[in-house]
């Protein structure tokens, strides 16, 4: 039976199913990449993060963090504003203009809070001073002075931290909007985009790529499994933007896996690459995931990249494009077992080709691609699809002076 290909759109109805099931509200994972998960009655919740406050307020919205940062100021300046009042209510500087004051020009609370702010902040506009009459009034200032050393240093800390977290460089490395299914050097291969949209690139990564499925019984037990994804080239120096590809093969969970039953399927592509930043020397993971409606069939994605005469130059808004590849509906357990042949001739050095084995070799060719060679004060040169003979072929349109290198 000869093998059937057909270019798939993912809204193509020949390939839905009246028993699909219905698309889940929420995912395990977001496509920015924190895990939709909500923890409920922690024991003892809030004392762990009391105890580690540095990393609670890491985690902590900016707003948030600013709120705390406000008080931590103004609850401090209050408190030690109240104590300075109570010393010069004590020693009778409130009551009697003419008495020795503890503080100098603090006859009121107003006046003890301006000189608890003054103090901290050390603006000293010149009014406000301590004298030599009251110990206790030189103990606090000096606790205030050795406290306000502490919020400062905690604050600038926490922010420079915060800053430099690894949060923020994680959202200058992306993946492709959608992963795709076609053919790579004859196999049914898994592929998906990462690129870093940073000019100071990173060191070295891995990717890794993970099926994930949850199944909820009948008593409220959920199970949730995690199966490995074998990829091709783990380790990738990201300085363009690179097309990480998982080979379909035995062993594969998506081996068996036909066209009909990835629109059927209930489960989540979780991928992440974990990679060390050039310029800090900080290890980061970026994550995100795919669901299978987001898995195309029939896809490749798009040429990016362009090699002129000075350097490479890549065209970010081609990096989640694809275009329809002709891909066989067969899962690629089926498509290994019709790519064998049924017979093969025995005792025979040199067999002849047969017409027809010559017509599948032709149908499993996978797409040309070819780099230009362009010039940058020439214009860009224009991309046209021509079909011709069964094969999909993409031809650039160059000017006459242009040479054209084929891959």
Sequence with gaps: MPKQYSSVSPNDDSVKTEDRPQPKNHRYMRKEGHCNIVFRHVPEEWLLFVTDIFTTLLEIRWRVMFLIFALSYILSWLLF???????????????????????????????AFLFSLETQTTIGYGFR???????????????????????????IGIIVAKMASAKRRAQTVGFSHCAVINLRNGYLCL?????????YHLVEGTARAQIVRSMVHTTGKVDVTYEDLAI??????????TTIFHRIEPGSPLFKMSLADLRRADFELVVSFTYTDDSTGMLHQTRTSYSPAEILWGQGFQEMIRVSRKYYRVDYTLFSHTTKVLVPEVSAEEYEQKKQPQSSPQYSPRPSPHPSSWLQEQ?????????????????EPTVSTAQTGGQHQDTLTLPNELTSTEI
Aim: glycine share 4%; aromatic share 8%.
């Design 81 to 111: 504003g109240i104590l300075f009042w109570l010393i010069a209510l004590a020693h009778g500087d409130i009551k009697d203009d003419a008495n020795d004051p503890c503080m100098f020009e603090v006859r009121s609370f107003t006046a």
């Design 129 to 155: 001073g301590m004298s030599e009459n009251c110990m206790i009034a030189i103990i606090v200032v000096t606790m205030q002075d050795v406290i306000s050393c502490f919020i400062d240093a905690f604050v």
């Design 191 to 199: 592929s998906w985009r990462v690129g870093d949209f940073r000019q």
């Design 232 to 241: 091709q080239q783990r380790d990738i120096v990201l300085v363009t933007p």
């Design 363 to 379: 149908h499993l060719k996978p797409p040309m691609v070819t780099v230009e060679l362009v010039s940058d004060s020439h214009p």
